[in-house]
């Protein structure tokens, strides 16, 4: 029961209260830039999805196993080479330059076998494949995780990592198929002409904050419905 | 504009002409996030400039080895070995900071500004353009973040680099320090730039005429 409550409190928190694009602001360059036509904006939100669960995956391995102080692959290797046992052994300062170099890597490797498989699915949203590395939810999410395994209070296992990046890959694909609903209206509204383009799409990107800011509190109100359930 | 801009030219462009906020729409998630007051907006761009300017001058002194299918991976480690650097050093001199700042650091790696400086000027030209053109690249992303951070803070907590500046009786707007006051604020700056520079193309036809 617990578990279960910690998963679903994730996600909650991830996809809605905490949405990546309208609360932490990452993401916003496809946010604005392929949310133009509603079905481009929810296939560019599935293969956010999608390479989100992938790299968020291997990052939790690398920091579970190298990265993080006292991770267990380190701390082996330098107990062969003859070192101190009692030094920390600590290789977090790469973790930058490995997350990065995992998301690049698996944008491409995904590129290549969703081309070569699943001619269908590349089709619809293969093109935005290489524009991921470069989206910020993505390096977001494993920056999250990282932070997450190395408060060793949390020390998250990788259901919880899987569930902050599926929660943050749907939050981002409900906010950006509400943001494409919204300009394809717009487009028939007498903007002013300054605001045209860019600047009413950040006004109605508040709006939506200002409204997805209603969620706040909600993840206490359901841990205490859910907690109450469970003492019954 | 000629076909190679001289490096003093590129500087000029960088600051308002091609601002990398208002009018190439690039580092949009720094732009929102960390604007809530001046001081963590300012930290941030000494980072950004820094990891910039850097990135930069690597990448022009390696240009010569690059290899077309590997450049966009070799700018993004490029640009995570500084961010790197930058995110050690805040840590280590500036805790608070960078405890505020938190995961907005180390997404310098994916801001947009910087790859597609690597990309446009960097990989191409030699190294004073190079450096020219992030020096005024920074400086037009401190004057953007400035003008959105300026207008947060002064309404959302009525001080500015946290010294009072609308007296006691000012009462807060909640609304400006949250995230969405953040969008508010950079839509109608970016309308009002659109206006602005409209108005002076207009009046500069009107005068040629």
């Known amino acids: 029961m617990e578990l279960l409550t910690n998963v679903l409190m994730i996600f909650i928190s991830a996809a809605l209260i905490n949405n990546f694009v309208l609360h932490y602001f990452v993401g916003i360059c496809p946010f604005m830039g392929v949310s133009k036509r509603v079905d481009t904006a929810f296939g560019m939100g599935l293969a956010v999805i999608f390479v989100m669960v992938i790299a968020s995956t291997l990052s939790w391995l690398f920091t579970s196993f190298i990265l993080r102080p006292m991770a267990p692959i380190p701390v082996w290797i330098w107990s062969i080479a003859g070192g101190n046992p009692d030094t920390v052994v600590d290789l977090s300062v790469l973790s930058y330059i490995i997350y990065i170099f995992v998301i690049a890597s698996s944008v491409q490797f995904v590129e290549m076998y969703v081309r070569k498989f699943q001619p269908k699915l590349y089709e619809s949203f293969g093109v935005f494949l290489p524009l991921i590395t470069t989206n910020c939810a993505i390096l977001f999410a494993c920056l999250e995780i990282m932070k997450n395994l190395q408060d060793p209070t949390r020390l998250w296992g990788l259901h919880e990592a899987l569930t902050l990046a599926i929660g943050g890959g749907i939050g981002f694909t409900i906010a950006i198929t509400l943001m494409a609903g919204i300009r394809s209206e717009l487009d028939l509204c007498d903007v002013p002409k300054a605001l045209k383009g860019a600047g009413i799409a950040f006004i109605v990107a508040g709006i939506m904050a200002m409204a997805f800011m209603g969620f706040t509190g909600m993840d206490r109100g359901i841990e205490q419905a859910l907690s109450g359930l469970g003492a019954r | 504009m000629a076909d190679q801009p001289t490096a003093s030219e590129r500087f000029i462009q960088g600051i308002l002409p091609e601002n990398p906020v208002y009018r190439q729409l690039l580092g949009l998630c720094p732009t929102l996030a960390v604007t809530n007051g001046m001081k963590p907006a300012m930290t941030m761009v000494g980072a950004t400039a820094f990891v910039l300017i850097m990135s930069n001058i690597l990448v022009s002194l390696i240009r010569g080895l690059l290899k077309p299918h590997l450049r966009i991976l070799v700018f993004t480690l490029t640009i995570a070995t500084f961010v790197t650097i930058a995110d050690r050093f805040l840590g280590a001199y500036m805790y608070e900071m960078s405890k505020e700042l938190g995961p907005y650091v180390p997404l310098i790696i994916v801001n947009c500004l ?41 309404l959302g907590a009525g001080t500015w680099f946290g010294i009072n500046v609308l007296g006691s009786g000012w009462p807060d707007w909640g609304i400006m320090v949250l995230p969405p006051g953040a969008f508010l604020v950079l839509g109608l700056l970016v309308g009002g730039a659109n206006w602005f520079g409209d108005r002076r193309k207009r009046l500069a036809v009107t005068v040629g005429e």
């Open chain 2, 114 to 154: 910087i790859i597609s400086r690597a990309e446009i000027c960097a990989s191409k030209q030699s190294l004073g353009t190079a450096v020219a053109d992030a020096a005024g690249m920074s400086l037009g992303f401190g004057l953007a973040l400035a003008s959105v951070a300026t207008v947060r803070e002064i």
